[in-house]
């Protein structure tokens, strides 16, 4: 919505948690999803994981940004988000989609401390924490969608991300304009690690706000080791967790196939790049 401001120059007012549009869109999830943003600019600013700019913009550049992805996930099964940072976009969707087993994965403690305040806020049973490097957590780690906002590029990100998946399993990166030259760039590295050869997906979480552009690969190989699903919780013996407390628009670029889909589908605060919630190196 705009409005004249002071100078007679035409302002945008932010969005927040009471808009009708994100209400529908949320639905029972919206106590926990404004519970999370709350913390964020309030906490979560002072903890540095969101920047005092980013405050304004929190529900259109962050929160909405990673409930777009929902419909592209299983109704059940397990997603990692690996460099969790803020919890953006694991929390959300952890929210939105109950009965998915939901992985936070970050290395740093005071990261982890910060999602771990965050789990026992909202009340998210399905959210497990684990301190640990995506890459260090191949073959004990196991999901069937895995998801990265803000991490690295596709050229690292594949080496670190497919090796969680099962076969089948699906990555989601949520990327930036660059994306499509990404995945391109990511193709060798792709094909390395038994992914295919990806798609650019454009997600509209509520009419009227910037898509999100997720890249979207997935797992069609696995070489060597157990083919089947491991569930996420036996990654216990290798890493440190804790445990819990007490429907967008699909864009594909013209030309380009569908890629084939997860075997449990039925059917990204201030980083280091300049969002919430530094994200490191999947580790």
Sequence with gaps: MEHEGAEGRAEVTPLDGSDPRILGLLGPAHHAVSTFAAALAGDGVIRGLLGPREVPRLWERHLLNSAAVAPLLPRTGTLVDV??????????????????????????????????????????????????????LSGSLRADVVTARAVAPMERLAGWTLPLLVRGGVLLALKGQAAAQELEAAGIELQRFGGDAGEVLSLEAIPGIEPTTVIRVVRTVVRGGHLGQVPATSARAAARTRPAPAAGRVERPTGTPRSGGSTAARGRPRRDGGGPGGRSSGG
């Design 83 to 136: 460099g969790s940072g803020a919890g953006l976009p694991g929390v959300v969707l952890a929210a939105m989609c109950p009965e998915l087993r939901v992985v936070l994965l970050e290395p740093m403690e005071r990261r982890v401390l910060w999602l771990e305040h965050v789990r026992a806020i909202t009340g998210l049973e399905n959210l497990e924490i684990v301190r640990g490097r995506a890459e260090d």
